[in-house]
Structures are given as structure tokens and as C-alpha cells.
């Protein structure tokens, strides 16, 4: 368990394939949100402490961009949560044997085939960026980003992947409403 959880920020390892989507309250006024800080659970949330760093700062630089300012009494606060999904894949290939004929005639012919079966083994992570507004203590919008894992990234790539997947998830804030 304690593996899993610090594969789930490698859910940011690659910049291509994030898959994002966003939900939002219809009812709330974006215009009025000016201040953000992050909810107590962010400390808590259970990813190594390096890479913890590199998501909030990764947030800090969209927030910015967004023309938020952060604060110790925010419009809203940002909560993140972290899901991951083990997944198999088998694929199988066969080799050898076959068909014979003529234009009249057709048989399988003798012979030996293989098969061979690859079985992948990923973990599939979601990221959530909740934020939450503070008088009513309701979500007002949320951001999710979707990445297939993978472990073998140095802290450079790492933190260039979650500074993209994070810009992809904010892509959507604020929402247009149509």
C-alpha cells in the first residue's frame, strides 16, 4: 500500500496522455473569488513530501495565472485528493501453424504454433483539485487529471510533468457556463 501511494503523483509523469475533466456548482459566482489557501488535509495527503511540493507549487503558479492572491483567510480553499486503480492487461499472439491450397483445395497445415501471452501489470492515478468556498463549506469546483504510471522519472521530468498536468487541469477554471 505504502508502494502505491508514492507511485500516485507518477499519475504526472509524462506529459502526454493526462486525460482532465472538470465539475463545477452552477450556482456560484466565480468572479468573486480573489484569495485561495489550501485545506489542513493537503499536509496530510499521503504522497511523498518532495513531490507534495511540486504539486502545490505547481497550483501556486495556476492560482497566480488565474489572478488569485493567496491568503490565510481565503475565498476558497484548495483540497487534493489522490485515487489509484491497479489494472492487467493480457495480450496474446500466436505463431506457427497455417493454411495450404489451391484455388479449389484449401487445408491447415501440420506444424507447431506458439502462443505468446504478455500480461502488463500499470496503476492508473487520478489527481482531484477540490476547491472548496469558505463561508458555505461547499465544493464549487473540481478538476481531476488522469495519467497511466510510471516510475522511472528523474525529479527533473517529474516536476516539468506536474507543473503540465497541473496547467492541464486548471485549463477549465473558470468554467464558462453556456
Sequence with gaps: MKKLVWISLLL?????????????????????????????????????????????????????????????????????????????????????????GRPYRYGYAGGFSTTYVNVENYVVGTLFINMIEKTSEKMVWQGRGTKTLSEDVSPEKKEQNINYAVEQIFKKYPPVRK
Design 12 to 100: 504526472l509523469t509524462a506529459c502526454s496522455g493526462v486525460k482532465t475533466s472538470f465539475d463545477y456548482d452552477k450556482n456560484s459566482d466565480f468572479s468573486k473569488f480573489k484569495t485561495y489557501g489550501y485545506a489542513e488535509d493537503v499536509a496530510k495527503l499521503p504522497i511523498p513530501e518532495l513531490d507534495r511540493g511540486r504539486v502545490i507549487a505547481a497550483i501556486d503558479k495556476q492560482m497566480t495565472a488565474k489572478g488569485f492572491t493567496k491568503s490565510t483567510s481565503p475565498d476558497v480553499w484548495i483540497d487534493l485528493q489522490v485515487k489509484l486503480e491497479q489494472k492487467t492487461e493480457a495480450t496474446a499472439t500466436n505463431t506457427g501453424g497455417g493454411m495450404y
